[in-house]
């Protein structure tokens, strides 16, 4: 009696893939490709003996495609729609000659398909969210790259990034931290997005250095990441020095890159440090005669009502990118 070689399901092998190789290739849960099935239609053409189904070539192109729709944006029923060829051709999307053209902010107010209360937002948010809720790294990595490359990083971090990423915190804090898998995976993806987009090299002016650094306690980088990245697509040339600094080395730091500018980051007031602003905004360096001091940049909510004369705390990443071109313009 000839034995057949089976797969982890128990299924013959060669009969097509089962639901959960498909998710693995398709980089999403096996719960949304049942849910594809179940809600849309989107199951195998072929049905199998047994409780376990399996998908063919054919129906994996029908699902590649059902995500690369989806991750654009487009509501699922709608993309299901088109995948099934139910919706009429001109609602397809197509490449043409228009498409190489700047196209306007396109805002839509939907929660279809995320599962996050996104509001009155661009386009590109609803299919980063789409992404980010399925873990489908390609897409989200192609998604946060484009938005980047179309609007420039200041645009694309203000209207694209950071409401996608408020809306991932909003549903973390409502649903007993069972998304905080998304947004670790999200803020990864986003910085991993930051690095990419930076110039890889940016020429040292004397007197012209931007510190960046966390104060002591904090670890929320991201902003600072987003910032150092925006400077240098300037051409600012940038130290960054991440999370959670401790006070002499950040003393270290400023004493020996002798910045134009210090920008600490405080996400919590409970480690936002006055003294510490002040201590830095007072440190002075170079020849007698010719000594010079930082201009220290208070960023983050941790910052309110915590600030003091001297001390600008910019409102938000356009802002503080101006400031900070000001204040090196400036310097000899």
Same mark, same amino acid.
């Given at each position: ?201 940016? %020429?040292? #002016? @004397?007197? $012209?250095?931007? =510190?960046? &650094?966390?104060?002591? !306690? ?7 990441? /987003? ?44 480690? %936002?440090? #006055? @003294?510490? $602003?002040?201590? =830095?905004? &007072?440190?002075?360096? !170079? ?7 930082? /201009? ?37």
């Amino acid at each position: 009696m000839a034995v057949h070689e089976r797969d982890d399901e128990g299924v013959p092998a060669g009969a097509g893939l089962t639901t959960g190789e498909v998710a693995r290739r398709l980089g999403v849960a096996p719960t949304t490709v049942r849910t594809w099935d179940r809600r849309y239609g989107l199951g195998p053409d072929a049905h199998t003996g047994g409780r376990h189904r399996r998908w063919t070539s054919g129906d994996m192109a029908r699902l590649e495609r059902m995500c690369a729709l989806t991750a654009t944006g487009i509501a699922p029923a709608e993309a299901a729609r088109m995948v099934r060829g139910d919706a009429p051709p001109e609602a397809v999307p197509a490449r043409s000659a228009a498409d190489a053209a700047p196209r306007p902010a396109v805002r839509a107010r939907s929660r279809a398909g995320s599962g996050l209360r996104l509001g009155d937002v661009r386009q590109e948010c609803k299919g980063i969210a789409r992404a980010a809720l399925r873990l489908d790294a390609a897409a989200l990595d192609e998604l946060l790259e484009a938005a980047i490359d179309e609007h420039g990083l200041v645009t694309a971090w203000t209207e694209v990034i950071m409401p996608t990423l408020q809306a991932v915190g909003r549903k973390w804090e409502s649903s007993g931290e069972k998304y905080v898998e998304v947004e670790h995976f999200l803020s990864w993806h986003v910085s991993g997005a930051l690095r990419r987009s930076t110039p890889s090299a940016i %020429a040292d #002016r @004397p007197g $012209a250095i931007t =510190v960046l &650094a966390c104060v002591p !306690g904090e670890n929320h980088t991201l902003s600072l990441e /987003v910032l150092a990245a925006a400077l240098a697509e300037r051409g600012l040339p940038v130290r960054m020095f991440g999370g959670a600094l401790p006070v002499e080395s950040l003393v270290t730091a400023v004493r020996r890159t002798g910045p134009a500018a210090v920008g600490l980051w405080a996400q919590s007031r409970t480690t %936002a440090s #006055r @003294p510490l $602003a002040q201590h =830095v905004a &007072a440190m002075e360096w !170079g020849v007698r005669g010719a000594r010079r001091k930082p /201009v220290v940049l208070t960023i983050g909510p941790g910052w309110a009502g915590r600030t003091s004369a001297g001390l600008p705390r910019p409102a938000g990443l356009a802002e503080a990118v101006t400031l900070l071109e000001s204040v090196v313009s400036h310097k000899p």
